[in-house]
């Protein structure tokens, strides 16, 4: 049963106003953000570490820049086909098992990359691992919509989605040590270590989830019954101005949510176009050693940490979320066309791609407070679900794109960028098209 199903009871309703609202979110926020934060870290390192594991892998295994970007991409193929469903069984189920189940078996493929020898190795293990994980972020993106009424989401989805650059930021110099300090221990290439080392975490924090995380705000033992009645009234307080549709028929005929779907393809399509190739835009830049290479990793994700907490602070005090949308889209394309116009200066190259992380990285977290603004139940459920596997049917076009470019232009990277940057260009001119009375509440 949903958070949105529990009817309140009368002495629970007299409680609400003797306990201090923000004491609880302050509460509810430090049980549940370090823990799902922990969780998408070693989701998102499992999902891009195949950017790092490409430095050696290309050259031990004899794969092109095309069959890397198709490889990286076909993650997404996976996931597309298999999140609407995933979502709407974590809806049914609860977040608790479904969330570990997906956690265990991602671990479990992940690790099984250590195997890879050919290339439909390669795209097979890259698909099942986004069979594995598809409904893991819109499904914690709609646990959250449990606990957090809509003016809170931004900052609290902005938190969640600080996991991306503390991935990057700790992950680049992980994977690159690993890389240098294994390569060749007991017969293993440094890419094969790495891809086992950096599973387990996912699958042992997997197994932690069954114990530690609760499917609804009812059945969280360490919130007291006053306290589990303030969040679940400012939950049905939100539920009364939210749509939901009689049935997922009525979900994917809604114009709105197609809408989405395609901003948020655009928003992809600089994101993934960008975190899946960095290691190797930064080693084109001139920059050796696969440990250097991750430890300027980390810069440009620094400063999608500095976006996320500013942009997502300013849209929760002002109660405005599309021009702050906008201006994030806006940025990630300037930093883009800066790297490209860059390429051989690490200096300049190291700025146009943290100004690119920067608006790319930090457009999604504030995305997402636009579709949760208006939809409700089962709708939110499969709309989340829907649009986040459009749109990251971008992460399958970026990365292929990128590398079938450099492949027939001589390595060359600019044009790819100028084609990212255009696409973000566009996603935030689809933003204007969104009601802000729909979203800005």
Not at 298 to 317: E, K
Not at 362 to 375: R, V
Not at 423 to 435: F, Q, R
Request: charged share 15%; hydrophobic share 55%; glycine share 10%.
């Amino acid at each position: 049963m949903s958070v949105r199903e529990t009817a309140l009871s009368a002495d629970e309703i007299a409680a609400v106003g003797t306990v201090n609202e923000e004491g609880v979110y302050r509460k509810v926020t430090w049980r549940l953000l370090p823990f799902l934060m922990l969780c998408y870290v070693v989701a998102y390192l499992d999902r891009v570490n195949v950017g790092f594991a490409k430095l050696q892998m290309m050259g031990d295994l004899g794969f092109s820049e095309t069959v890397y970007g198709l490889g990286a991409g076909m993650f997404f193929i996976g996931y597309f086909f298999f999140e609407v469903p995933s979502n709407v069984i974590l809806h049914r189920v609860g977040a608790r098992m479904w969330i570990a189940r997906i956690m265990i078996t991602w671990g479990i493929i992940s690790a099984a990359f250590v195997f890879v020898r050919t290339v439909p190795m390669f795209y097979l293990l890259r698909f099942l691992l986004g069979v594995a994980e598809a409904g893991f972020y819109p499904g914690i993106i709609l646990y959250l919509t449990y606990w957090y009424p809509s003016e809170r989401r931004a900052r609290v989805t902005a938190l969640l989605m600080l996991a991306i650059p503390i991935a990057g930021i700790f992950g680049g110099p992980l994977s690159g040590w690993i890389m240098e300090r294994f390569a060749n221990t007991a017969g293993w290439h440094g890419w094969q270590w790495m891809f086992l080392i950096e599973a387990i975490p996912s699958v042992i924090v997997g197994i932690v989830t069954i114990f530690y995380l609760d499917s609804s705000v009812r059945s969280a033992r360490w919130l007291t019954d006053a306290e589990k009645a303030v969040v679940e009234t400012a939950i049905a307080r939100e539920g009364q101005v939210k749509h939901e549709h009689r049935s997922l028929a009525g979900v994917f005929a809604d114009s709105r949510v197609w809408l989405l779907c395609f901003i948020y393809f655009c928003i992809v399509m600089g994101n993934y176009g960008l975190t899946l190739w960095l290691p190797t835009l930064i080693q084109a830049a001139g920059v050796n050693g696969v440990f250097n290479i991750g430890m300027l990793t980390a810069i440009p994700y620094l400063g999608a940490v500095t976006c996320m907490l500013a942009f997502s602070r300013s849209a929760d005090r002002r109660r405005e979320r599309r021009f702050h949308v906008i201006a994030l889209m806006l940025i990630g394309a300037v930093g883009l066309v800066i790297t490209a116009l860059t390429p051989h200066s690490p200096a300049l190259a190291i700025v146009g791609l943290t100004i690119a992380a920067g608006g790319a990285i930090g457009a999604a977290p504030l995305f997402w407070s636009l579709p949760t603004a208006f939809l409700g139940g089962v709708s939110a459920a499969a709309g989340i679900a829907t649009i986040n596997s459009v749109g990251n049917l971008a992460g399958f076009v970026s990365p292929y794109m990128v590398g079938w470019l450099r492949d027939t232009m001589d390595n060359r990277t600019d044009v790819a960028m100028y084609l990212l940057a255009v696409s973000m260009v566009i996603g935030a001119i689809a933003v204007l098209k969104i009601p802000a009375a729909l979203v800005n509440r």
